[in-house]
């Protein structure tokens, strides 16, 4: 079943962020982009006009017509089912959930947290609104981020930038990194817990094969992993990791800010670009070392900037 709806200009931004990392290139004048995984293909139109098809199509269609607020033309029946089956497999279980954030920022570190959700968590949890904090705004995670850290069983790892840098260094790539610290928050946390655990998902960043590899001399493995595209809706320990995970980075953005008196942007646009030319200035280029990932593009991009 394909579900068609249009968006406003100011919507496509959201959308294409949302799916940018699944984007595939198609040759056809009427077509903006299309996204593809196994499971779903968007097709956006240069009307503005939006083409879900697949298995998680209507679990989207109705993802978008929340955030956006359009009404869901879906049959009663096709809700329903969408209700019951969208999530059959793992939404009500015990599970171990891991992501990351930071990632894609030049400026902070890196953060993994594993987190805990049992089937009597999840009403508290949807109430609170908790679910993949790509789709919260900070000052959501902001509000209720400090609760979540107290009352749910998680670990969370703060790959700082120095430390991040140095592995960089090393030859490690970026999914290695992620790897190495994934599987370390869900050991932690995996000995921690005191109920039992049905599965282990993780935010999948990469193939199965490749993750494991990348773990395969750290003294402890962990395995019986389920590795979910959108784990964040697929469970709700995968969106309480994500979500504690922002609210530990916008923590950490907040006291590195402090530290050199000015406001550092996320992401990797053209403001951290002027800010880091900024802060190369003021404090020293060697500064940059300990607030920033260097590898990024914006790195040469602001010593340029700093020797003109
Ligand atoms: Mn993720």
Same mark, same amino acid.
Request: glycine share 6%; proline share 3%; hydrophobic share 40%.
């Given at each position: 079943?394909?579900?068609?709806? =249009?968006?406003? $200009?100011?919507?496509?931004?959201?959308?294409?962020?949302?799916?940018? $990392? &699944?984007? =595939?290139?198609?040759? &056809?004048?009427? *077509?903006?982009?299309?996204?593809?995984?196994?499971?779903?293909?968007?097709?956006?139109?240069?009307? @503005?006009?939006?083409? @879900?098809?697949?298995?998680?199509?209507?679990?989207?269609?109705?993802?978008?017509?929340?955030?956006?607020? !359009?009404?869901?033309?879906?049959?009663? =029946?096709?809700?329903?089912?969408?209700?019951?089956?969208?999530?059959?497999?793992?939404?009500?279980?015990?599970?171990?959930?891991?992501? $990351?954030?930071? %990632?894609?920022?030049?400026?902070?570190?890196?953060?993994?947290?594993?987190?805990?959700?049992?089937?009597?968590?999840?009403?508290? @949890?949807?109430?609170?609104?908790?679910?993949?904090?790509?789709?919260?705004?900070? $000052?959501?995670?902001?509000?209720?981020?400090?609760?979540?850290?107290? /009352?749910?069983?998680?670990?969370?790892?703060?790959?700082?930038?120095?430390?991040? /840098?140095?592995?960089?260094?090393?030859?490690? /790539?970026?999914?290695? *990194?992620?790897?190495?610290?994934?599987?370390?928050?869900?050991?932690?946390? @995996?000995?921690?817990?005191?109920?039992?655990?049905?599965?282990? *998902?993780?935010?999948? !960043?990469?193939?199965?094969?490749?993750?494991?590899?990348?773990?395969?001399?750290?003294?402890?493995?962990?395995?019986?992993?389920?590795?979910?595209?959108?784990?964040? +809706?697929?469970?709700?320990?995968?969106?309480?990791?994500?979500?504690? +995970?922002?609210? %530990?980075?916008?923590?950490?953005?907040?006291?590195? +800010?402090? +530290?050199?008196?000015?406001?550092?942007? !996320?992401?990797?646009?053209?403001?951290?670009?002027?800010?880091?030319?900024?802060?190369?200035?003021?404090?020293?280029?060697?500064?940059?070392?300990?607030?920033?990932? =260097?590898? !990024?593009?914006?790195?040469?991009? *602001?010593?340029?900037?700093?020797?003109?």
């Amino acid at each position: 079943m394909n579900y068609v709806f =249009t968006i406003a $200009e100011n919507q496509l931004e959201e959308l294409v962020d949302y799916y940018q $990392e &699944d984007e =595939t290139l198609v040759k &056809d004048p009427y *077509i903006y982009k299309v996204f593809a995984t196994s499971k779903l293909r968007v097709t956006v139109y240069k009307t @503005l006009k939006v083409m @879900l098809q697949g298995e998680d199509a209507l679990q989207d269609y109705q993802m978008w017509s929340d955030i956006f607020g !359009f009404t869901a033309d879906v049959g009663v =029946t096709e809700a329903t089912k969408a209700k019951g089956f969208a999530k059959p497999r793992y939404y009500q279980t015990a599970a171990v959930g891991s992501d $990351e954030v930071g %990632t894609g920022d030049y400026f902070g570190p890196v953060v993994v947290t594993a987190a805990y959700v049992k089937p009597t968590d999840i009403s508290a @949890l949807e109430a609170l609104g908790v679910r993949d904090s790509k789709k919260m705004t900070d $000052e959501t995670i902001q509000s209720i981020g400090a609760d979540l850290i107290k /009352n749910y069983e998680h670990v969370t790892l703060v790959l700082d930038n120095p430390k991040y /840098n140095e592995l960089i260094a090393q030859g490690y /790539n970026l999914n290695k *990194i992620k790897a190495y610290l994934h599987n370390h928050a869900l050991a932690k946390c @995996l000995k921690q817990i005191s109920g039992k655990t049905e599965y282990i *998902i993780v935010d999948q !960043f990469c193939s199965k094969e490749l993750y494991f590899e990348y773990v395969k001399d750290v003294p402890y493995v962990v395995k019986d992993i389920t590795f979910l595209e959108r784990a964040e +809706s697929e469970h709700l320990a995968v969106a309480l990791a994500s979500v504690i +995970s922002r609210y %530990t980075f916008l923590e950490k953005m907040r006291a590195l +800010s402090e +530290s050199v008196k000015i406001n550092l942007p !996320f992401g990797a646009g053209p403001a951290v670009d002027i800010i880091g030319e900024i802060v190369a200035k003021k404090h020293g280029i060697e500064t940059l070392n300990l607030l920033a990932k =260097t590898h !990024f593009k914006n790195h040469e991009r *602001i010593l340029e900037r700093c020797h003109k």
